[in-house]
């Protein structure tokens, strides 16, 4: 049985990404010396496009993630845990941080070298210099009068569950008061 066939049967005729059905055709997962079955997948002409070139990618269209991430094909497998590391979004780190593959299959993915840590990474940190992760808790050092609004956050307010601004280091966004507010983290204090 050829290549295609294999896996328009394996796939049900569906990208085994997100599920399209339309433009399909085979796609090989780069960095990978072995081929067949192990290598490649179905996918559709949006998926192959964005997997080719990062510069074209839609955050969105990946959402689909969230369910061809959990693929019992190495493949698929492989292509969501690169595709995961290439989109820059909070949403990202929740699906890597659940995602589970066996060592030699993540060794695998790793072969492109996506989910290195990259120089030009931006690194938010707060007033004491402590380096700020998604999902971290601060506290306000001073009053800050909120753009836009009436709205004044006060010392010591605290701000849970924090997200960082992935174009600036010195922006962080949490909630105060029930409402989504951008804040500069010279700041703020990490609990």
């Known amino acids: 049985m050829s290549l295609e066939r294999t896996l328009q049967q394996r796939s049900n005729n569906k990208c085994e990404l997100c599920g399209n059905d339309e433009k399909l055709s085979i796609y090989t997962v780069s960095d990978i010396k072995e081929n067949g079955e192990k290598t490649a997948l179905y996918a559709c002409s949006i998926c192959s496009e964005q997997m080719e070139d990062s510069e074209k990618i839609d955050a969105n269209h990946w959402r689909c993630l969230n ?6 094909h190495e493949a698929v497998k492989i292509m969501a845990w690169r595709m995961l590391n ?6 990202t780190q929740d699906l890597l941080a659940m995602m589970y593959m066996e060592e030699e299959t993540l060794e695998l993915a790793k072969a492109s070298g996506d989910g290195e840590d990259d120089e030009n990474k931006l690194v938010h940190r707060d007033v004491n210099g402590v380096i700020l992760e998604h999902g971290d808790s601060v506290v306000l050092i001073k009053d800050l009068k909120v753009k836009g609004s009436s709205m004044v956050a006060k010392q010591g307010t605290a701000v849970r569950n924090i997200r960082l601004d992935h174009e600036n280091e010195t922006y962080i966004e949490g909630k105060v008061d029930g409402q989504l507010i951008v804040i500069i983290t010279e700041y703020v204090k990490k609990t």
């Open 67 to 72: 369910d061809s991430m959990w693929s019992e």
């Open 86 to 91: 290439r989109i820059k979004a909070d949403w």
